[in-house]
């Protein structure tokens, strides 16, 4: 059955080839069949259980809910061991959510975020994205409870499992279109983002330390260490904004009929975890191409995943279901 990871909408580092070619071509298609790649798998499983966590759960609990993902995962759980996130992912609630929550603010798990540019138009902004359909999938937002909406703070944390803790430019762009999307959505002025709207990711499986099983003072400095705020202001707004219009732009305005992939992409290290990553032809239906420039280079996809049109998975899916 299709796997919703691989939605196009749940792309998140808008860089130029995902946009430019895999959006125009690539995402009438969807992978089945297979088994999931490993970066994503182990990154779905932690973020599955942190959606189901809460504070009337124990430590036991966590590492219960954690067990039962690794008992069941088809990647190599000695490289992504969850296990080992534990202690730091215990202290980010005890410490940090339930901190905020004790005080009154509103925890709200992974939600879908719709841009609605009709009403978002009628607000004073001075610049603001084109009227493209975009979501965005915000996996932790803290809701402050002041009585005045327009006094209410909105803090996201958007979890990451890779093994350095650093906010690259492309998370940095992530980040900051969730803050346009929650603005939307909450009513919240355009100027009034950056001082409204604190956007941090959190790493709690970057380079854990063994001292932290044992010792809870090291795992909540691992922690706080691994929880990264974005600095950033109305500028980086103004900039964020302009690049993505301007690729929707060359995007709207471009044949892609006669455009050569190998020519306009080009390979980043988010490709690694991309469903398309070294598909061929000879994977999917008449009029699929295939990521070339990938598999080119020697990329290959997981054994056995096959390629079909997005009207096709769903008929494929419906069979199982009735099965």
Not at 113 to 121: E, G, I, R, T
Not at 200 to 205: D, T
Not at 218 to 226: D, G, I, S
Not at 239 to 265: C, G, H, L, Y
Request: proline share 5%; aromatic share 10%; net charge neutral.
């Amino acid at each position: 059955m299709p796997n919703p990871r691989y939605s196009p909408s749940r792309v998140g580092c808008f860089n130029d080839c995902q946009l430019k070619y895999f959006y125009q071509y690539l995402a009438e298609f969807v992978p089945v069949g297979g088994p999931p790649v490993d970066v994503q798998a182990k990154g779905t499983d932690l973020h599955e259980v942190m959606e189901l966590f809460d504070s009337g759960k124990t430590i036991d609990d966590l590492t219960d809910m954690i067990r039962e993902k690794q008992k069941a995962a088809e990647y190599d759980t000695s490289k992504y061991d969850h296990m080992r996130s534990i202690p730091r992912l215990w202290q980010f609630w005890t410490k940090h959510v339930k901190v905020k929550e004790d005080a009154g603010w509103k925890v709200k798990k992974e939600g879908w975020l719709n841009m609605d540019w009709a009403s978002f138009s009628k607000r004073v902004t001075k610049t603001r994205m084109k009227e493209v359909q975009m979501v965005g999938a915000v996996d932790l937002m803290l809701v402050s409870q002041e009585r005045k909406k327009d006094d209410r703070r909105y803090e996201v944390i958007d979890y990451k499992t890779g093994g350095t803790a650093s906010i690259s430019p492309d998370y940095a762009r992530q980040l900051m279109i969730y803050g346009l999307l929650i603005a939307e959505k909450y009513g919240i002025p355009y100027e009034e983002i950056p001082d409204r709207v604190s956007l941090s990711l959190f790493f709690p499986m970057a380079k854990v330390k063994d001292e932290e099983a044992v010792d809870e003072a090291v795992a909540e400095k691992e922690m706080l260490r691994n929880l990264k705020e974005l600095k950033y202001t109305r500028e980086d707004l103004d900039e964020v904004v302009k690049k993505v219009n301007d690729t929707i732009s060359a995007t709207n305005s471009t044949d892609w009929e006669k455009m050569d992939p190998k020519v306009i992409a080009s390979m980043k290290f988010s490709c690694n975890w991309c469903p398309f990553l070294g598909s061929t032809p000879d994977q999917g239906p008449d009029g699929f191409r295939g990521c070339e420039l990938t598999s080119l280079q020697g990329k290959t996809t997981p054994e056995g995943v096959k390629f079909m049109t997005k009207a096709d998975a769903k008929v494929y899916e419906q069979m199982n279901v009735k099965k």
